[in-house]
């Protein structure tokens, strides 16, 4: 099946910070990527739709210039969290579209001191 | 919009008893619904899926989920618990054309008793 990656698995930064989660399809091509949060023993919460060499879509309450999101290539979008205090504090999820199909990451920990 | 509910945050049955995780959703258009599930500290595993056709969908590790329109509901069932099944599932929609943005439900847990 579809695999996606996330790199780093685990990230903890002091606050002000930025960090940058790399969003991977590693064998199939993805036009359009998708970011989510998970607050703990929550459900998955969509922060944006990412589609390859155009701008994000961010939902309502989600702030584009914190989180910065780029989807340079069919097979990667990056997520920067810019600026990061403890509150953003997450488990972050991508997901990669393929045709019908989300397949998603293993998730990212962030961790802001 | 589109919505989902999950009845029950919290599911516990004994092992070797059926699984039943329920399901309710809210959409305007002709919906794509999923249930996956989440192992601690993991992504999501999509266990089935219903886009269209066959209203009883199979999935994966014996699980499967039947599309009820009059009901507005996708109920996700199991005959028999293994203790591996113990993990976090999430009952989702999408409009159902591609590239559509996914909701989620609030998640059952589910136990598995000895």
């Known amino acids: 099946g579809a695999v996606v990656s996330q790199h780093p698995s685990r990230v903890i930064c002091k606050s002000g910070t930025s960090v940058k989660i790399e969003c991977r399809s590693l064998?199939?091509?993805?036009?359009?990527m998708f970011w989510y949060r998970q607050f703990p023993k929550k459900s998955l919460m969509l922060m944006a739709t990412?589609?390859?060499?155009?701008?994000?879509?961010?939902e309502q309450g989600v702030e584009k210039d914190k989180f910065l999101i780029n989807h340079a290539s069919l097979t990667l979008s990056t997520l920067t969290v810019t600026s990061a205090h403890p509150e953003d504090s997450s488990f972050y999820i991508c997901s990669a579209q393929d045709q019908e199909t989300q397949y998603f990451g293993p998730g990212t920990r962030l961790l802001v001191l | 919009a589109q919505s989902v509910t999950q009845l029950g945050s919290h599911v516990s049955v004994s092992e070797g008893a059926l699984v039943l995780l329920r399901c309710n959703y809210s959409s305007s258009v002709p919906p794509y619904l999923f249930w996956y599930v989440q192992y601690p500290n993991q992504g999501l595993q999509l266990l089935l899926k219903y886009t269209t056709g066959a209203t009883l969908v199979k999935g994966i590790n014996g699980f499967e989920a039947e599309f009820k329109k009059s009901e507005t509901s996708f109920h996700l069932t199991k005959p028999s618990a293994h203790m591996s099944d113990a993990a976090e599932y999430f009952c989702a929609v999408s409009e159902g054309s591609s590239a559509s943005k996914i909701i989620f439900g609030s998640g059952t847990r589910l136990s598995i008793r000895p």
């Open positions: 990412s589609n390859e060499g155009s701008k994000a879509t961010y």
């Open positions: 064998d199939f091509q993805a036009t359009t």
